[in-house]
Every structure is written in structure tokens, then in C-alpha cells.
């Protein structure tokens, strides 16, 4: 459901995409300690949203907390523009959005007092870095678990695929390629498709599978991987 602005942009330069959903949304197991963070948000300097998913979940509980509004003084921070839009769509101001969408941008640049509170809304598979970044610059990090993220693609649609010969394959996040490389049964066909990272974390997530990304984007965006793609397809 997030792939639109991908697919039409692929659709526009004359090339073919194949849809293999391998991750999906869900909401926590349990939504006590995102109720409990929301409640609380008075207490907190800063929010932190690392993507839209995050967005979607956490405007939710904080809005459900707090009708008419953030209390004065909490500010609200974006790991990249996706969330950054994701929140403006929702008419919810953003302070500051890291410069890379990648967390230890955020963690070099969000200003902070010693003892700030800072509450980080995240999946339940989300990366420590941004947490365990922001204590060792003084932080108090609330780490919430705001939705889970289910790495599965459809055996069958995966193999479908593959049976195109695809020429790339798009990763857009660590959770994408463990979806979609655990439902791949034989991983020998990929070594010679073109494999584009969406940034260096994605990337790293690679390597386990014995793997390397033939292309990273730069900046980490949707845009940044369409060029690319644009880089390899010249």
C-alpha cells in the first residue's frame, strides 16, 4: 500500500513493475505501553516518528490522548521526509527532520538538553541504534513498540516473479529483504539481477543471505533509488 509513487515513476520511464508485497503492518501484541507513552507525552521534550508506518500508528494513540493537540513544549522530530510528509498529511508540525533518512543522521542533529525525554515510536523490529545514540548524548529514550512489522512474502508470488527474469530488484527497507529472501528458494538466480538498496542499512541486510547490493541510493529516498536505477539502466 506504499508503493505507489515507486510503481508510477517506474511506470513512467517505460519499464515494467512487478509487485511482491514482503512486509505488512499490524498493530502491537499489546497497546498498553503506546497508550501509556501517549498519555504521558506531556512529559517528553521530543517524538520521534522513523516512518510513516509509525506515523500512522502513533498519531493515533496521541491524538486519542490528547484531542486538541500536543502539549506545549513536545516537539516532534522525522527520521527522513517520508515520515516528515506522512505527518505534515496529517497536519501535525514537524520540527526537525533528519538531513539522511537513516537514523544516526537524526541522532547527530537533534538538539538536545541533558535529561530531555525522548519518546521513539518504532516497530517492534526496528533498529536500537537511534535509541542507544540519543542516551549516550544525555537522552531519557522511551523505546515504544508503536506497530509490528511481518517479514513474509507469498512463496507463489515470489516465484512468479522470479519466472519474468526481472532485471532489479528494489529493497526499501532491512524488513523487505529478509520478507522477500526468506520466501526465495533458491537464492542462485538473484546473483546476476541488478539488487538497489534504499539506503546502506537496507543494504547491510543483505550480506547475511551472502548478498551485496549492486546499487545504493543516495540520498536514502524514493527518489534517490530511482536514480539509481537510472545509473544502471543508462
Do not use: C, K
Not at 510503481?7 to 505488512?24: C, D, K, M, N, T
Not at 528458494?185 to 541486510?205: F, H, M, Q, S
Amino acid at each position: 500500500e506504499q508503493a505507489g509513487p515507486l510503481v508510477e515513476a517506474i511506470r513512467q520511464r517505460g519499464w515494467a513493475p512487478l509487485l511482491v508485497p514482503s512486509i505488512r503492518f499490524v498493530a502491537a501484541e499489546d497497546p498498553a505501553p503506546l497508550q501509556d507513552a501517549a498519555r504521558s507525552i506531556d512529559r517528553a521534550a521530543w517524538v520521534v516518528f522513523t516512518s510513516r508506518t509509525g506515523v500512522r500508528f502513533g498519531v493515533t494513540a496521541l491524538r486519542d490522548a490528547w484531542p486538541d493537540g500536543l502539549p506545549a513544549g513536545v516537539r516532534v522530530a522525522a527520521v527522513g521526509p517520508g515520515p516528515s510528509e506522512a505527518l505534515e498529511e496529517l497536519n501535525v508540525p514537524v520540527a526537525i527532520v533528519a538531513p539522511d533518512a537513516i537514523g544516526d543522521a537524526l541522532v547527530a542533529s537533534l538538539p538536545l538538553a541533558p535529561g530531555h525525554r525522548v519518546v521513539l515510536l518504532r516497530s517492534h523490529i526496528g533498529r536500537r541504534a537511534i535509541a542507544t545514540g540519543l542516551e549516550a548524548r544525555g537522552a531519557e529514550v522511551h523505546d515504544v513498540t508503536a506497530y509490528r512489522t511481518l517479514t513474509e512474502a507469498d512463496p507463489e508470488v515470489v516465484r512468479d516473479a522470479l519466472a519474468q527474469a526481472p532485471d532489479a530488484v528494489t529493497f526499501t527497507s532491512p524488513s523487505t529483504v529478509r520478507g522477500f529472501l526468506a520466501s526465495v528458494p533458491d537464492l542462485d538466480p538473484l546473483a546476476d539481477v541488478a539488487r538497489v538498496a534504499i539506503g546502506p542499512v537496507t543494504a547491510e541486510a543483505l550480506v547475511p543471505f551472502g548478498l551485496t547490493a549492486t546499487a545504493v541510493a543516495d540520498p536514502y529516498t524514493v527518489p534517490g533509488l530511482l536514480s539509481a536505477l537510472d545509473s544502471l539502466f543508462a
